[in-house]
């Protein structure tokens, strides 16, 4: 065998076993989404646990037979508002602070 069938083969063979890998994954998601516990629950709501465990929007939109456009489009929107939730608790938290060191200075 020649350096570059050598070479020919090992892609090849990443190639294979990256398909492999990408039907496990879906499979996986797949399984995840029809358990018992998210059987029902609609697709917005599956949409960030499966996120959450690993599995890329690609994924995620095959296995909820989605857009991937909406995939994205939800998990961007979770993503703001989780980010704006904790912004907002954050300044909560220092108004807080801010009005016991107050308290505590008039005492």
């Known amino acids: ?17 990256a398909e492999s890998l990408q039907q496990i994954s879906n499979s996986l998601a797949y399984l995840v989404v029809n358990s018992s516990n998210l059987k029902g629950k609609k697709q917005q709501d599956v949409m960030p646990i499966l996120s959450a465990l690993g599995f890329d929007k690609k994924v995620i939109a095959a296995v909820l037979q989605a857009p991937p456009e909406a995939v994205s489009e939800r998990l961007s929107e979770l993503k703001a508002a989780k980010k704006k939730a904790k912004k907002n608790s954050n300044g909560h938290a220092e108004d807080e602070n801010q009005q016991e060191a107050i308290e505590q200075t008039a005492s």
């Open 1 to 17: 065998m020649t350096k570059k069938q050598r070479k020919s083969s090992v892609k090849n063979g990443n190639l294979m076993t």
